[in-house]
């Protein structure tokens, strides 16, 4: 897994250096315009995000799958060093955003508004929800995973909103499910309790989007 | 029998086209030969050997272990070259050498540097930047430097010049010396697996027609020629494929003592080439 790491570690280094650079001065900006720290985690934890998710799809523009899947590594092998890979950029790029608001001139978040346990765990727990959902249609469909996910999203809104009134019941349950989510999340995870089962659910998310990345990619004609 | 390589049943079904049921093995220190016309499987069945493509039937053993459950253990043994070889395309090679080396415990860079000058493959040029032939031998040399037990060859000589292609057989040829070493050769060029192959395995339409010694295969098959009062429906029946003429027919059979015994002194007997078996079995007409 180690040297598939490495591997598109270094095929996408000058890529790497030079998204990341542009992703980090941008959020260094937008971040320190703003004053709340969940806001700043939400939109750099999108934007993180979304950079290992650039670099696989690479690997279908190169059409140099065939050659990776060619090599004595396992498909599981695969797909667990493309999750460790995006875990690692996702977060260490988090890290140097985060460095940047704080060193911007002028910065309305201080170090105590980022650097606490709550926004770690409402980190993870944003990184869990955009990747284990990107990374198993990404694995499987490649580029066109990602289109699927955006059309799809757009899709569903709009028959949410043409339907809204006839599912008006499932719409309320909806979304109360997800204020509790983000209740859950906002009211802290001082108490160890809720940090176990915050931790729990986060580790739970990402072993279904791995076990489910696994299923697709075996059945992944390259 | 030890085999590197066997394959039984095996089947892929893509919709417009289907493997049926196809079993071959190849032993160690041979040579295999896979020929048969565009579109006839063979690429499909080297993908399957290296599990690129997923499988609806059968068994693939290598080395005795499956290719699926052992997969890491059975492809470090397994050198490929791809018939179409993509790689990073902006890469440097010294630089592509280096992310492929690690993947293999076996990897010998003194090989790798004694292929590169061999093949006058500049290491700092991009990848992207060589042709078609310099990309298959670049492609070659990683699967040679990790001394690997089983080399997958898919239509790698069709882009190179005719005097490496001649330079790479006897390469192959030198390879399987130590008895140690197989390679199984998927190619259109049927004169390179007749100077060097020791085993031939036909396929056509998904399926294996034959598969068999190459001085067996050569000894056995001929091409008949004979006036066209000697095509009937009994001689047709008894080719495997036949071209009629203004006057005469040729005809492909795979067994010349019969066709000597049917025809005597009224044909003329060529020993048929591997072409010759490809071309009327392919293109002939045959009994319906």
């Avoid at chain 1, 906002?186 to 989007?209: F, Q, Y």
């Avoid at chain 2, 896979?34 to 039937?57: H, M, Q, V, W, Y």
């Avoid at chain 2, 259109?188 to 007749?194: A, F, P, V």
């Avoid at chain 2, 015994?261 to 007997?269: L, M, P, Q, S, T």
Wanted: glycine residues 6%.
């Amino acid at each position: 897994m180690r040297n598939l790491i490495l591997k598109d570690l270094v095929l996408h280094k000058k890529f790497l250096a030079v998204i990341s650079l542009l992703y980090i001065a941008y959020m260094g900006i937008f971040g320190s315009r703003i004053n709340s720290p969940r806001i700043f985690f939400l939109f750099s934890m999108i934007m993180s995000g979304i950079i290992p998710v650039l670099i696989f799809t690479r690997e279908d523009k190169f059409k140099a799958l065939s050659m990776t899947c060619s090599l004595p590594v396992s498909r599981r092998q695969i797909v667990l060093a493309r999750y460790v890979l995006g875990w690692l950029l996702t977060l260490i790029i988090e890290v140097l955003m985060a460095g940047a608001v704080l060193l911007f001139p002028g910065s309305k978040l201080g170090p105590s508004d980022l650097l606490n346990l709550n926004m770690f765990v409402f980190a993870l727990a944003m990184m869990t929800a955009i990747l284990s959902i990107l990374m198993p249609l990404l694995i499987r469909f490649g580029i066109a995973g990602i289109f699927v996910v955006a059309i799809g999203a757009q899709v569903l809104g709009i028959i949410v909103l043409s339907f809204r009134f006839k599912w008006n019941n499932i719409l309320v349950a909806l979304i109360a499910a997800m204020k509790s989510v983000f209740a859950f999340l906002s009211a802290g995870v001082d108490d160890p309790g809720r940090l176990a089962l915050a931790l729990a659910m986060i580790c739970l998310v990402n072993l279904a989007s791995i076990k489910c990345s696994e299923f697709l990619f075996r059945r992944k004609d390259v | 029998m030890d085999n590197v390589l066997e394959i039984k049943n095996l089947r892929k079904d893509y919709g417009d086209f289907r493997l049926k049921d196809v079993s071959f093995s190849v032993r160690r220190g041979y040579i295999m030969g896979l020929i048969g016309p565009n579109g006839a499987g063979k690429t499909t069945i080297i993908k399957l050997i290296l599990n690129l493509i997923r499988r609806d039937g059968g068994d693939i053993r290598i080395f005795g272990l499956d290719n699926l459950k052992d997969e890491a253990a059975v492809k470090s043994r397994i050198g490929f070259v791809h018939d179409t070889p993509f790689f990073y395309e902006r890469l440097r090679l010294k630089t592509i050498r280096a992310q492929i080396a690690p993947f293999y415990k076996d990897w010998d860079d003194a090989l790798f540097h004694k292929l590169i000058g061999e093949f006058d493959l500049p290491p700092k040029k991009i990848f992207t930047k060589l042709s078609r032939g310099m990309k298959m031998k670049f492609a070659l040399a990683l699967a040679l430097s990790h001394k690997a037990d089983l080399i997958l060859l898919d239509e790698s000589t069709s882009g190179l010049d005719p005097v490496f292609r001649r330079e790479l057989l006897a390469k192959l040829q030198g390879l399987i010396q130590d008895e140690k070493k197989s390679v199984l050769f998927s190619t259109h060029i049927t004169s390179d697996l007749e100077k060097i192959a020791d085993y031939v395995t036909f396929i056509r339409n998904g399926e294996i027609v034959f598969s068999a010694p190459m001085d067996e295969t050569l000894a056995t098959w001929s091409v008949v020629k004979a006036g066209n009062e000697l095509l009937t429906e009994d001689n047709k029946r008894f080719f495997k494929g036949f071209r009629r003429r203004e006057f005469s027919f040729e005809a492909l059979t795979d067994n010349t003592g019969e066709a000597k015994r049917r025809f005597g002194g009224n044909a003329v007997f060529d020993k048929a080439s591997l072409e010759d078996i490809m071309y009327y079995m392919t293109r002939g007409e045959s009994h319906a």
